[in-house]
Structures are given as C-alpha cells and as structure tokens.
C-alpha cells in the first residue's frame, strides 16, 4: 500500500514513473519520522525492497540504458552501493553529469569520488569522508577544499540552518568558495529537507544557472520546505520558490 500511494503521489505531480518495478519478494522501504516540538526530527528507516535494486538485470539493464538521455543522474546511498557504483561509472562513461548525495554517510574510494560532477554531503558526512570535524563555516571551508582533491568538480556541505557552500577548483588551483546563508523562516518541520536542496540544485545546475544562483536557489528552497509539514507532501513547487527569492 505505501508503494502504492507514492507512485500515484509522483504520477499526479507529473513525474515519470516507468522505470518504477515492483518487487514482488519485499515490502517497500518505509521511513518513520518523529518530530520534536522544535521541527527538527529523529528517521527510523526499514529499507525493505530499495536494498535489492540492482539484483534485477532486466530493471538495472533499462535503467542503465535509459542513463545515457539523462541530463544529470542523482544518487543517494540508500540502495546497495555497488550499485550505486556501477550506476556513477555508467554515467560517468556516457558523459552524464553525477550527482551524489552522501547519505547515509559511507566511506568511498577515490576512484569513485572522481567520476562526480557533484557531491552534496552534510557536516557529519563531510567529517566522515576527510576526517576532519566540521562545527563552523570555516571548518566547512576547509574541509570542502580538502574534498575538492579528490577530483570532485563540485562540493557542496550543507550547514542546516546556517545555508550551504559550494566549492569548485579555481584557475589557479586554489578552491574557489560561495557561501550562501539561509533565509530566516519558522521552522515547522525539517523532514526532507536535505531531499528538497538536492532536488533544487539539480534542476538548477541542469539548466544552465551559475553556482552563486543555483546554490542560492537551492538554499531558498529547502529554507521553504521546513516551513510545512510533510516530507513529500511539503515540498514547494517551483513558482513558490521563485516568489520567495523575490521576497529576498
């Protein structure tokens, strides 16, 4: 029934859901989200059926195929990551830009961060991935240039309610970094918000925006999610985020 429900969700806000296979062995991954009074919230997650993706060739074939009409493929690490690594190395191949959200945080070879386009981490991933803690914008920085050597063209750390940094290499080689603070909002709800940021940059990356204007749309919008309640149910679309970049 969950799985039911949410392909409708998506189908009638106009999202293709033909490569979407049911498997008839194992129950949909499901999310429990509890919320504290103060709109930041605690997930217990059964990923059910999302850790066999890949394990059907006839799916995995079509979706690999269907990688090369991509504009840009995104990913997170909740499906095996092998294929996740097989999907980045496909896409890679093709000549599709990869965008990978590091959640939940794993360790991954350098031969695989190299193959990125982008990767969007938090401050606890990026911790996990440099070795560095991360508890300031300038510890953000920092560990942003240290992951820029790892061949990535694009780092993005997200900093909650701080907004986000987005470096790339610079002509001289040195990281070149924008920071773009978040908007101040009431905070209702922050389920999802992470989800909405990479949704946001995506679209905006893909369609040409520079990184000052896609990182502050990207921001913008995920500051708008936290506003309502619901995680697919309050995402904004995409007129109200451009309304409220206006109000900015």
Same mark, same amino acid.
């Given at each position: 029934?969950?799985?039911?429900?949410?392909?409708?969700?998506?189908?009638?806000? %106009?999202?293709?859901?033909?490569?979407?296979?049911?498997?008839?062995?194992?129950?949909?991954? @499901?999310? +429990? !989200? +509890?919320?504290?009074?103060? %709109?930041?919230?605690? !997930?217990?997650?059964?990923?059910?059926?999302?850790?066999?993706? %890949?394990? *059907?060739?006839?799916?995995?074939? #079509?979706? +690999?195929?269907?990688?090369?009409?991509?504009?840009?493929?995104?990913?997170?690490?909740?499906?095996?990551?092998?294929?996740?690594?097989?999907?980045?190395?496909?896409?890679?191949?093709?000549?599709?830009?990869? !965008?990978?959200?590091?959640?939940?945080?794993?360790?991954?070879?350098?031969?695989?961060?190299?193959? $990125?386009?982008?990767?969007?981490?938090?401050?606890?991933?990026?911790? $996990?991935?440099?070795?560095?803690?991360?508890?300031?914008?300038?510890?953000?920085?920092?560990?942003?240039? !240290? $992951? $820029?050597?790892?061949?990535?063209?694009?780092?993005?750390?997200?900093?909650?309610?701080?907004?986000?940094?987005?470096?790339?290499?610079?002509?001289?080689?040195?990281?070149?970094?924008?920071?773009?603070?978040?908007?101040?909002?009431?905070?209702?709800?922050?389920?999802?918000? %992470? *989800?909405?940021? @990479?949704? #946001?940059?995506?679209?905006?990356?893909?369609?040409?925006?520079?990184?000052?204007?896609?990182?502050?749309?990207?921001?913008?919008?995920?500051?708008?999610?936290?506003?309502? +309640?619901?995680?697919?149910?309050?995402?904004?679309?995409?007129?109200?985020?451009?309304?409220?970049?206006?109000?900015?």
């Amino acid at each position: 029934p969950f799985g039911e429900r949410l392909i409708k969700a998506l189908q009638a806000d %106009g999202v293709d859901s033909k490569l979407i296979v049911v498997d008839q062995e194992e129950a949909s991954g @499901v999310a +429990f !989200i +509890f919320l504290a009074p103060d %709109g930041d919230n605690a !997930i217990v997650v059964a990923s059910g059926a999302n850790m066999r993706v %890949g394990q *059907d060739h006839t799916h995995i074939s #079509a979706i +690999f195929e269907s990688i090369t009409h991509a504009q840009a493929l995104v990913l997170q690490l909740e499906i095996p990551l092998e294929t996740v690594i097989s999907l980045v190395a496909s896409a890679h191949n093709a000549g599709v830009p990869v !965008i990978l959200n590091l959640a939940p945080a794993q360790p991954l070879a350098k031969e695989v961060l190299k193959q $990125l386009e982008v990767l969007i981490v938090n401050e606890t991933e990026a911790s $996990l991935l440099s070795g560095q803690r991360v508890d300031s914008l300038a510890d953000a920085r920092i560990v942003a240039s !240290i $992951l $820029l050597e790892q061949g990535i063209a694009k780092v993005v750390i997200t900093l909650g309610s701080q907004g986000a940094i987005l470096a790339t290499a610079g002509e001289s080689g040195k990281a070149r970094i924008i920071y773009q603070p978040a908007p101040r909002v009431q905070v209702v709800d922050t389920t999802a918000a %992470g *989800d909405c940021f @990479v949704g #946001a940059l995506t679209i905006a990356l893909t369609e040409g925006q520079q990184p000052e204007e896609a990182l502050r749309f990207a921001v913008y919008a995920s500051a708008l999610k936290v506003t309502k +309640f619901g995680a697919q149910s309050g995402l904004p679309t995409r007129s109200e985020v451009e309304a409220f970049l206006r109000s900015g």
